[in-house]
């Protein structure tokens, strides 16, 4: 298949006697929002942290377009194009908004001694060109005239959507938002479901989502995992979720 | 001013005046007929009355003078005094750099040779709180062992000169590599530790780094040292009084001027000053490249830096080598001057004053750690006549620093980015 971007397949996590993750297989195409849902504590951000590096999973496979990156360190996946943001927003604080932009794009810009030490032409012409997509991304989430406050300093609301900016300045293929709604009102939330989908139909990328607004995932998923107690529970489309009687079972309990 | 503070103004005057009058008006004077309480003389009634007046004004004018002081308070809880960014205000920029850097060059011809002598070490720590600040400001990274580098920096040039006769600009850049290796042979087992933990080692390397010199007696002189360590030349032109090998020149006989000692002071003077500003330049664009930006963004969230494909690794090491190869400069620069150095110039004391100096400063400011610096090495050599009292001092001022201003001197300024219009 040449559209499959992620194939994940007996993912299993274990800290010492607690097994975390549980033979989790998930498949992301391309252009598509797929979102995991389940219960709190149900291994969702473990997963997460297993597909970008951060834990070394005890067993099963990644494949990320057709190469497989289970074992290795998190830039290096980040670098393949696999871009997270954090449940709880991890900004550089102290730097201004433009500059964080600016330190997500380090690859992208020139990055050789003498040329910055000396500010040749081709290191003005890097810079200006990463600051004027930093300025485009700026417009697009409302924060252009924040662009020189220090990041730490704006809203809650508007630190998440740094964050997702943030991201995009790698320019990746795999966005995977981790809660990306908590902590918002509804009229923030209406505006991340369109940055979402967005993302998807205008800038092409994909968008793996853990989200427990129920609101949100139903309405812009394309498929649905659902997680519980580490265990894959179902999978498939919005509808077919919302009528599933194991899932209803695992938010509701039984009857 | 109202009726009710003028009323407030004149009791306090009077009780002032009630006050004083029996203290200092009124005196015992020891008569043959026992004591007898006499008037005092006039030079302490007139302060009386000084004192009663100002008394009276600053009563009258409390609420005016709070409110000032209470507004330079309130902004002070904020952020207090902060530079505006370079990009804010490029001229005045310019004007303090072509100031500053007219008052160095002139410095040394209207100073005295004590003073100039001075001004060249405070400039070698202007050096070293400058490397440090990448290090520990920037990076994030706390380094209690940043001695070992300056200590590396010396012995270099002091060994190269003593066995192999080299010069001391031949020095410079291989006592600058040596140091920026050690650097990165550091980096390499603390890159998985931070904080406490990465202090901890680094003080260790620091106290390894002065053992080791104290204990190769055969190579470093052991506690005796190295002597006689050239100072530097001005293109092959010495500054001794006879010249140490029959091919040399010496200075004053090459421009045809009477021998005089202070022309070495001032020549080291200047050639400090032209490593400094090497320094400065180097760290400043540093700051506004990427790597300058990967470092700060690693002090901020190392895994927020790996979740955007940042190499932790090398940032770290990055920090580490060239935060020491500018202790290293500086370490050769001081063994020049100083022609003797012995591993006593390299003990812990040394990495805690330049620590104070970078945290003094304000972690990061380029400007606040260079008036840190100075501050540093001078305010001690002021306070020479204190005696015993001399440290005391340094510690209370640190203390009250730290109450009133934890975001030291000149709390670094964000760099400004022109962002185009719309």
Known sequence: M?????????????????LAVNNVALEVNDQEIISVIGPNGAGKTTVFNCLTGFYQPTAGQVIYRGEPVQQLPGHVISRKGMVRTFQ?????????????????????????????????????????????????????IGLAEFANRQAGNLAYGQQRRLEIARCMMTQPSLLMLDEPAAGLNPAETDELDELIVELRDQHKISILLIEHDMKLVMGI?????????????????????????????AYLGEF | MSKSSFIDALIASVVMLILTSWLLGLQLDNQPDGLRIILNDAAHTTWVIVGVVLVFFTQLFKAPISRVFSGIKSKGQDSGFKLP??????????????????????????????????????????????????????????????????????????????YFGVGFWTALPIAGCLAALFGFLLGFPVLRLRGDYLAIVTLGFGEIIRIMLNNMTEVTGGPNGISQIDKPTLFGLEFNRRASSDEATLFHDFFGLDYSSNYKVIFVYLAAVLLVVLTVFVINRLLRMPI??????????????????????????????????????????????????????????????????????GMGSQVGVILAAIIMTILPEMAREFNEYRMLMFGLMMVFMMIWRPQGLLPMTRPKMEMRNG
């Not at chain 1, 709880?88 to 810009?109: G, I, S, W, Y």
């Not at chain 1, 519980?228 to 979720?241: D, H, R, S, W, Y």
């Not at chain 2, 400039?123 to 380094?143: C, F, P, Q, R, S």
Request: hydrophobic share 50%.
């Open chain 1, 2 to 18: 040449d559209n499959k971007l992620l194939e994940v397949s007996g993912l299993t996590m274990r800290f010492g006697g607690l």
């Open chain 1, 88 to 140: 709880h927003v991890r900004l550089f604080k102290e730097m201004t908004v433009v500059e964080n932009l600016l330190v997500a794009q380090h690859r992208h810009l020139n990055t050789s001694f003498l040329a910055g030490l000396f500010k040749t032409k081709s290191f003005k012409k890097a810079e200006a060109e990463g600051i004027e997509r930093a300025a485009n991304w700026l417009d697009r």
């Open chain 1, 221 to 249: 998923s394309d498929r649905i995992y659902v997680v519980n107690q580490g265990c894959p529970l179902a999978n498939g489309t919005p509808k077919e979720i919302q009528s599933n009687p194991d899932v209803i079972k």
């Open chain 2, 85 to 162: 960014a370079p990009e804010e205000k490029p001229t005045l920029y310019r004007f303090l750099t072509i100031a500053a850097l007219a008052g160095l060059l002139i410095w040394p011809f209207v100073a005295s040779r004590g003073a100039v002598d001075l001004a060249t070490l405070t400039l070698i720590y202007v050096m070293l709180g400058l490397g440090l600040n990448v290090v520990v400001g920037l990076a994030g990274l706390l380094d209690l062992g940043y001695v070992g580098f300056y200590a590396v920096g010396a012995y270099t040039y002091g060994i190269l000169n003593t």
């Open chain 2, 292 to 361: 300058g930006r990967a470092w700060e963004a690693l002090r901020e969230d190392e895994i927020a830096c790996r979740s955007l494909g940042l190499n932790p690794t090398i940032i770290k090491l990055s920090a580490f080598t060239i935060g020491a190869a500018f202790a290293g400069f500086a370490g050769s620069f001081f063994a020049a001057r100083q022609g003797f150095i012995s591993p006593e110039s390299f003990t812990f004391i040394e990495s805690a004053i330049i620590l104070a100096i970078v945290v003094l400063g």
